[in-house]
């Protein structure tokens, strides 16, 4: 994350270096041509300024030349028609005074006043046929302009007329250009002196507000460029103010420049103007950027945040049940060594309580998992008020809890903490509004904290021996607890011995396989066999299955039981063809969730070659609780090959009789514990009637396990069902005594009685 996280803010601060140069980059770039348009628009004004001025002096020099060429200005013209021509309203219009004066410099205006100018420059330069203009200071504030031109008559200079136009500005706004709102302008002379402005700066010379920036240097370029009349735009320091200014002489004048000149901060103003939004949207572009990234690693912490917590999690209920919250059976080990650690050195020894809340399975299939689930969350906040902090508590099994209680030294002090925990199971439990009442089974130990070699005690020790003690419970005590002693102690050692010598028994030859005969009480004939294993041990005798397949199961060994016990059915079925039987074998629930069991099953028998419906599968309910969709597909699989499937122990599971006509079966096998009471109960009998009717319904044959007297014979048949198996017909017999019970059955027919058999032989 952390390395992630800096890649992140790495990328983000070059992403946003690249937008800065970049917006570095576009600002100058907009602020540069906006700068450059203001000083173009400056430059092309003046140059359009002094044009145009040009061609107005030319306009008002053509007025006169035209005037000059008037006879009344010939030598012999009188005073009377001069005064006449100078006033015409062409004229007028043009000048605010015209005068005509002859070569001596005398004149009269057309006003008819005198005037004497023959000794001013402009009349003698125009005595010379020079048309000319010029200036002249009638007050501090106000320039006049004068214009003179030549009167030529016959080749001959005879005069002069002289023209002023008091007001400068006359020029500019009979030019197209006039004069801008924004921008200053004005006409100087080549000494600096202003002739007309737009802005008042008094009568002042232009060199006077320039402030140049190196010493005088500027300034003297500026004087030889007004003098030389040259084009020129630059930055300017003129007072208080930086002015980009613009300047270029005015052709046909005494060296006039025209200058317009702005405020630098003005233009500067102006770029702003442009530049202002450009900045707002590159912020709003950078904010909007950072929002995303923002956001963006926001999303990506969230998620990695999430997977850290998952992982957690999962980390967390590796050790601990989700359920309860305690630690459950790995997190109980992890602990132990800790907490054996720790208390070895306070005291010798402490017990071990392994407790099994009883009927848990019933209470969720009666009441739903949720009522199971708030039972046992219940029971642990109950349970939770007598464990101390220094025991250890947690949940080893779906309904198992430990408590390894410290400091416990006598089986007295055991035996009082057990006895209260099985009170407090006995306090009813209210779930869901209804009141249930459960009990729970215990098996405790007392425990030294070292073992026989001086070292810290095992887990394992404990647990196996509190697993023994607890199942003993179980199976003998439900709702009491048992306290470990020395007799189960060398029932451990003989069951680890027991466990060792199973793994051995079929290549051994110890684990032939049985036949118990199914009877048809009303054809009295034997319809088929059930397979049964039985382990002959060399070293233990004879042990029933109710005692090795629970640890073959325990062990994983089923699976190769399993394979055994098919080949004795198979080829038992085999040497049974032509008489129409079925032989039943048992699956367990572990091997029918391998994956290819059905296959196998079906190989085997195809490897047999035998007949439809000549073999039988008997699966118990719990074998669908695990699984219910596969093991359902697989059953179904078998039937398809002619192989016949039956529901064994059918009554003492959660047995839902409408769930019956979904299950691929072709016939229930109805528990001898109902068999065992149909006689004495009638409740017994109503249920096996209300089996068998239904049973009928489905189209569903029905078989009576472990009928042992004629009483529960007559009782099952009057109910509707006539197949039998138990040992009132037969015990399970070796292969070779199978046709004993033809002959038996045989027999008993003619004298329509069938005969016990006595004890199963041990063959
Ligand atoms: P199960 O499948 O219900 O088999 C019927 C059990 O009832 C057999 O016990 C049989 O001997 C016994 N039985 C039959 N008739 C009577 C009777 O009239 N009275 C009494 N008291 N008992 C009767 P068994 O052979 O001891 O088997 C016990 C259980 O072990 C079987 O119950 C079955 O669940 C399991 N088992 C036996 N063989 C195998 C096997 O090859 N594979 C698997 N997976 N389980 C097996
Ligand atoms: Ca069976
Ligand atoms: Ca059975």
């Known amino acids: 994350m952390f390395l992630q996280k800096n890649k992140a803010l790495f990328s983000m601060t070059i992403v946003t270096i690249l937008l800065l140069i970049f917006g570095v980059f576009f600002m100058a770039s907009v602020f540069k041509t906006e700068v450059g348009e203001r000083t173009d628009f400056l430059k092309n004004t003046t140059a359009q300024g002094a044009s145009a001025i040009h061609?107005?002096?030319?306009?008002?020099?053509?007025?006169l030349r035209v005037l000059s060429s008037n006879a009344a200005f010939s030598q012999k013209a009188n005073a009377g028609d001069r005064i006449s021509a100078l006033s015409q309203k062409e004229v007028k219009r043009c000048f605010s005074v015209v005068a005509y004066c002859d070569p001596s410099g005398v004149g009269v205006t057309d006003t008819g006043s005198r005037l004497a100018v023959g000794d001013k420059p402009y009349f003698q330069k125009a005595l010379q046929g020079i048309c000319n203009i010029s200036d002249r200071q009638i007050s501090r504030t106000e320039t006049e302009i004068l214009l003179a031109v030549p009167v030529i008559h016959n080749g001959v200079v005879t005069g002069a007329l002289i023209a002023a136009l008091d007001d400068i500005g006359q020029l500019f706004q009979e030019s197209s250009v006039g004069f801008g709102k924004t921008e200053y302008r004005c006409i100087l002379k080549e000494d600096g002196t202003i002739l007309f402005s737009n802005f008042s700066v008094g009568m002042a010379n232009f060199f006077d507000l320039i402030q140049p920036a190196d010493g005088f240097e500027q300034l003297n370029k500026i004087k030889e460029d007004f003098i030389s009349g040259a084009s020129k735009t630059q930055k300017l320091q003129m007072k208080e103010t930086t002015m980009v200014v613009s300047y270029s002489g005015i052709e046909g004048t005494d060296s006039w420049?025209?200058?317009?000149?702005?405020?630098?901060?003005?233009?500067?103003?102006?770029?702003?103007?442009?530049?202002?939004?450009?900045?707002?949207?590159?912020?709003?572009?950078?904010?909007?950027?950072?929002?995303?990234?923002?956001y963006f690693f926001k999303l990506k912490k969230l998620k990695y945040e999430t997977k850290i917590r998952n992982e957690e999690q999962k980390k967390y209920f590796t050790f601990f049940d989700p359920l309860t919250n305690l630690p459950n059976r790995k997190g109980i080990i992890r602990q132990f060594d800790v907490w054996i650690d720790r208390y070895r050195k306070e005291s010798s020894s402490g017990g071990a309580v392994l407790l099994d809340v009883d009927n848990l399975r019933s209470i969720n299939n009666t009441f739903g998992h949720d009522a199971g689930d708030k039972l046992l969350r219940e029971s642990v906040e109950r349970l939770k008020k007598v464990v101390g902090s220094q025991n250890l508590f947690g949940r080893i099994g779906s309904d198992e809890f430990i408590i390894l209680v410290h400091g416990v030294s006598s089986e007295s002090e055991l035996a009082f903490f057990a006895r209260k925990i099985t009170k407090i199971f006995r306090q009813s439990y209210l779930i869901n509004g209804l009141v249930v009442q459960i009990s729970c089974s215990i098996g405790a130990l007392l425990f030294s904290y070292r073992d026989e070699n001086r070292k810290p005690r095992k887990f394992e020790d404990i647990l196996g021996r509190g697993e023994f003690v607890l199942n003993k419970a179980k199976q003998t005590r439900k709702g009491n607890y048992i306290l470990f002693n020395e007799t189960y102690g060398n029932q451990i050692d003989r069951q680890i011995r027991l466990e060792r010598a199973l793994k051995f028994s079929i290549e051994n030859e110890e684990l032939p396989c049985y036949f118990q005969p199914q009877y048809n009480s009303f054809t009295k004939s034997i319809t088929g066999f059930e397979t049964l294993a039985r382990w002959k041990s060399t070293e233990f005798g004879m042990i029933s299955p109710g005692q090795f397949i629970p640890m073959a199961e325990k062990s994983g060994f089923i699976k190769e039981i399993g394979r055994h016990v098919i080949e004795s059915a198979f080829s038992f079925a085999k040497s049974m063809e032509g008489r129409h039987l079925t032989v039943s074998f048992n699956a367990s629930p572990m091997e029918l969730l391998e994956a290819n069991y059905a296959d196998y099953v079906i190989s085997r028998f195809q490897y047999y070659g035998l007949q439809p419906n000549s073999v039988a599968i008997e699966v118990t309910e719990s074998c669908l609780i695990e699984s219910f969709e596969k093991v359902t597909q697989k059953l179904m699989m078998l039937k398809r090959h002619g192989i016949l499937v039956y529901l064994d122990d059918f009554g003492t599971g959660f047995s839902s009789l409408t769930y019956l006509k979904n299950l691929p079966i072709n016939a229930v096998k109805i528990d001898k514990s109902f068999i065992d009471e149909i006689v004495t109960k009638d409740v017994e009998k109503d249920i096996v009637?209300?089996?068998?009717?239904?049973?009928?319904?489905?189209?569903?044959?029905v078989i009576a396990e472990g009928v042992e007297t004629e009483d529960q014979i007559r009782c099952v048949s009057d109910a509707g069902c006539h197949l039998i198996q138990g040992y009132f017909i037969s015990r399970p017999v070796p292969q070779e005594e199978v046709p004993t019970v033809f002959s038996g059955v045989q027999k008993s027919r003619t004298s329509e009685l069938v005969r016990e058999n006595g004890p199963e032989s041990t063959g």
């Open 55 to 63: 061609a107005e002096i030319l306009d008002h020099l053509d007025v």
């Open 257 to 294: 420049i025209f200058l317009a000149a702005d405020d630098y901060k003005s233009i500067f103003a102006k770029a702003n103007r442009v530049l202002l939004p450009s900045i707002f949207l590159f912020l709003i572009l950078i904010f909007g950027f950072f929002l995303a990234f923002f």
């Open 689 to 701: 009637r209300m089996i068998i009717k239904l049973a009928g319904r489905l189209n569903l044959q």
